[in-house]
């Protein structure tokens, strides 16, 4: 159905990257300190076939009290922390019955939802590596004790089973606890009261997203990948503006992009920060150029002159690259080795795309450059070479909407164009939504929140605030009712049990770029008391 890989794994073991230790400093500087919280009270469920849940797997309370469960070999329980958590987990066990003459093995499962349980690690063969289940395997020579784990993990449900004890003895369990630690706590903000409960509902869900993914750095996920990326950060920096206003995390995360550029001045995609500060190899032409629309962001909220200076060579960098790809007519032609990503698909042709995104982040740095009392001419020249390519060979004034140069009309090329202002008035622009809604939907051969993401502000944008709310509703309100407690990676409405990876055990069920509905009703809605 679909092309899995928007790109190919990149290894460029012959890229040489700068560091600049002032900048990686400043970035140390500004780690949050984390904010800890106690979870306990876990109920003990059983899994259950539910026709409404995802892949049809929901769990029930059993009303039983974990201190009267006596468990032996072969026995399982499931435990219900009621809602995502991310922390590291502990639970007291003891031995009852005769003295204990042999170690107790156990494995632990940690999953965010009910359908990673229903499946084994065993069955798991996909392209991302298995390492990333969460699945612990322990042996306990002495009981009592007190069971703790190295590692954090991102989960609702505890599942431990029994491998073996002995015969003459059991185990029971007690005082199930996990300990969070971000950089925010849904506590901090005060709730926000809507007419609309179903988008109360998804704004909420949103935020929660959104804390999940705040450490000391904006995360992807906290189960999988757990990496600062660039994509991501645009989107969550939006959301948090909306909500947290947690300046110093975006700025960290600037200057750690801004630290380690590769020798050609391209900013990766990604990086990592344990054990040390690392650019990935990794590197997507539209998320080098988000740097810009990050940095310009970041402006139009908090105006610190002093940032703007400190990184407006890298945002420079990162547009004369771009610009470098700019033919005689005014058009984008991309190196295959420096993709333009917009969406894990692959069924949609996305040079239109990359016109549009350009235009976009070229319209910030212009901003930027005036702000930084710099001459524009040559930037601005540039942007009407691409806007007047965009309007006249890319745009079917009889559709009335923008294509390819083959002739393909796809929804997220409209989207972008949108967003980047490429049409010549608010008429136009309304004129393309509607075009969209009428032509190209329902929404197909997309399934990830990243993109949705982009569709409904393009609809808020343009005024078509019942359509973008509906689609909130559609995908975002979906996954509520399919059980969701944050909200994940990848959705498609019309395929609730789909996977990126062929199976639910390593997909990321709380991810970043899934939070802007936090953003978007602030925006577009909390002002009208929707």
Wanted: hydrophobic share 40%; proline share 5%; aromatic share 12%.
């Amino acid at each position: 159905m679909r092309t899995l890989m928007a790109f190919k794994f990149q290894i460029h073991n012959d890229i040489q990257f700068q560091r600049n230790e002032q900048f990686l400093e400043k970035s140390r500087s500004l780690i949050p300190a984390p904010k800890r919280e106690n979870f306990a009270g876990a109920g003990v469920v059983r899994l259950i076939e539910d026709p409404i849940k995802l892949e049809r797997v929901g769990v029930e309370e059993t009303n039983e009290n974990l201190s009267s469960l006596l468990l032996g070999q072969d026995d399982t329980i499931i435990l219900d922390f009621h809602d995502h958590r991310v922390g590291s987990f502990f639970i007291q066990a003891e031995s009852v019955g005769s003295p204990m003459d042999a170690p107790l093995h156990i494995r632990l499962r940690f999953a965010e939802v009910a359908a990673e349980l229903a499946h084994s690690s065993s069955e798991y063969d996909g392209w991302l590596s298995s390492s990333w289940i969460q699945e612990e395997f322990l042996h306990i020579d002495e009981l009592p004790a007190l069971i703790t784990l190295p590692r954090r993990y991102s989960f609702r449900f505890v599942e431990i089973k029994v491998l073996d004890t002995s015969p003459k003895w059991k185990v029971r369990f007690t005082n199930p606890v996990v300990i969070t630690e971000n950089a925010v706590s849904t506590n901090d903000i005060p709730p926000l009261h809507l007419k609309d409960p179903e988008l109360e509902a998804i704004w909420k869900v949103s935020v929660k997203t959104l804390a999940d993914c705040m450490t000391d750095v904006f995360e992807d996920g906290p189960k999988r990948d757990r990496r600062l990326w660039m994509g991501d950060l645009r989107l969550q920096a939006l959301s948090n503006y909306a909500t947290f206003h947690n300046e110093d995390l975006v700025l960290r995360c600037l200057y750690l992009f801004g630290a380690m550029p590769a020798s050609d001045g391209r900013i990766s995609a990604n990086v990592f920060v344990r054990p040390k500060e690392v650019a990935d190899d990794t590197f997507l032409y539209d998320y080098s150029l988000f740097f810009i629309s990050i940095l310009s962001d970041y402006m139009n909220e908090y105006g610190r002159k002093t940032v703007l200076e400190d990184l407006y060579p890298a945002a420079k960098q990162q547009m004369d690259l771009a610009l470098s790809f700019v033919n005689p007519e005014g058009f984008i032609e991309l190196d295959e080795n420096y993709p333009v990503f917009v969406d894990w698909s692959n069924e949609f042709n996305k040079e239109a795309c990359a016109q549009a995104v350009t235009i976009y982040a070229l319209r910030q740095f212009i901003d930027l450059t005036r702000q930084m009392n710099q001459d524009p001419a040559f930037y601005e020249q540039m942007l009407a070479q691409l806007l007047d390519y965009a309007r006249t060979t890319l745009y079917d004034a009889e559709d009335g909407l923008f294509q390819t140069r083959d002739g393909e009309k796809n929804i997220a090329s409209q989207v972008w164009m949108v967003l980047a202002n490429v049409p010549v008035d608010c008429e136009q622009a309304k004129r393309v939504m509607e075009n969209t809604l009428a032509s190209l939907f329902p929404v197909r051969d997309i399934a990830t929140p990243y993109m949705y993401s982009h569709i409904t502000e393009a609809l808020f944008k343009t005024g078509l605030t019942d359509a973008a709310v509906k689609l909130m509703k559609d995908y975002w309100g979906k996954m509520i009712e399919l059980g969701a407690d944050t909200f994940w990676e990848a959705f498609d409405p019309d395929r609730p049990d789909y996977s990126p990876y062929g199976n639910p055990i390593i997909s990321s069920y709380c991810h970043a770029w899934s939070c802007t509905p936090s953003y978007l009703i602030q925006k577009y809605l909390v002002k009208k008391s929707i």
